[in-house]
């Protein structure tokens, strides 16, 4: 795979990045201007992050042969040291001020958090992503040991378990599957799943050939899928875009659907499809590579601004906006870079790697 289409990748975690901030943000009363307020298209930008890291979660497994030990040792290091940074400066926080904030704070059980049981707020994210970490091989090795079952059974369950989510929220029937529970690490199981399933079928010769063979129409099918998905998501979910408001809210519930376009764009990416190229704009790209402590710290500078600044609404976006690219640089650089390398470094240390795993 070239360095272009990595970009690719990086933007398109950048633009997860950017609809979950733009939500945020709005929530919070920041934003440029009044009809241009983008709060309720969140979950779709965590979809996204999730469809893409199930993807690349799998090639990485994929090329690297690691053991299960080392492959969990890399991702913890990956995830674990900003995400303990981060809540305890929240504890502390709350210690001294006394104040819970919407989607930043820590209650009760501050053990579970730290085991990567539980958490709240915005930080439910974080057990989520580990939980699928755990499991992730477990899948790969089934898919090799007997595809056609994977992918049906898996990719039937993942459908059953949304339309379980679908029912519970328009009152059809009721199962005791909560889909956006925040305190159930299985929350958005079906996105992750089908991000982490094109991949294993980006793998398959056939569907390269596939591909290859319908280059022409499926790149410009692909391109206007998402362009229709990400279009129709401003429009109609976000609070007030233009003269839109909250049209057809439930639309960023339907998390199936999202996985699958996701998906498939990111599959279309890594085959170099040209009408993606703009993902790799450069700002995009940043904003993906410092993506992870973006998202940890936003929410905290969005509410320290917004208590320590007498300013008007497009001022103080404008202000969180620029601390934000600055702190999450240099949390990137002196945080997250150092313990990926610490990680790796145990991970070759302390483990080895997996025998007779040969895939192809």
């Known amino acids: 795979m070239d360095k272009e289409r990595f970009f690719y990748f990086d933007g398109l975690r950048g633009l997860a990045v950017l609809i979950v901030w733009l939500s945020h943000s709005s929530g919070r009363d920041q934003y440029l201007l009044e009809f241009l307020n983008f709060h309720g298209i969140g979950h779709v930008g965590v979809m996204l992050f999730f469809s893409l890291s ?26 674990a040291p900003l995400y303990y940074i981060v809540i305890f400066l929240v504890i502390v926080y709350q210690a001294f001020y006394g104040q819970n904030y919407r989607y930043l704070y820590i209650v009760d059980d501050v053990y ?11 930080f439910w994210t974080i057990p989520v992503e580990f939980f699928f970490y755990l499991f992730l091989p477990f899948v790969v090795f089934l898919y090799f040991k007997n595809k056609v079952s994977v992918v049906f059974f898996g990719g039937f369950f993942s459908f059953i378990y949304f339309l379980a989510y679908l029912f519970n929220e328009f009152k059809v029937f009721y199962f005791d599957l909560v889909f956006l529970d925040i305190e159930k690490l299985s929350q958005f199981f079906d996105v992750f799943f ?59 519930y339907l998390s199936f659907y ?27 790209v940043f904003i993906g590579k410092v993506g992870y402590s973006w998202y940890l710290l936003h929410m905290g500078v969005l509410w320290i601004v917004n208590d320590f600044l007498i300013l008007n609404n497009a001022i103080k976006f404008m202000v969180s906006s620029t601390l934000l690219v600055c702190l999450s640089y240099l949390s990137y650089r002196f945080i997250e870079v150092p313990f990926i390398i610490f990680g790796r470094r145990m991970a070759k240390k302390y483990s080895g790697r997996r025998k007779n795993c040969d895939y192809k």
């Open 258 to 284: 999202f996985a699958f376009v996701f998906s498939v764009v990111i599959f279309s990416c890594q085959q170099g499809n040209v009408f993606f190229k703009w993902l790799a704009f450069k700002p995009l």
């Open 54 to 79: 199930g993807y690349l979660l799998v090639l990485s497994y994929l090329k690297s042969n690691d053991s299960y030990f080392s492959y969990i040792i890399k991702r913890y290091f990956r995830i």
């Open 112 to 122: 579970s958090k730290f085991l990567l049981f539980s958490a709240d707020g915005i």
């Open 194 to 252: 089908v991000g982490a399933l094109f991949a294993l079928l980006s793998e398959e010769r056939g569907v390269i050939k596939f591909y290859e063979k319908h280059r022409a129409m499926l790149e410009v099918t692909i391109f206007y899928l998402f362009l229709f998905t990400i279009i129709f998501l401003v429009l109609c979910v976000s609070r007030n875009f233009l003269s839109f408001k909250f049209e057809f809210y439930s639309f960023r």
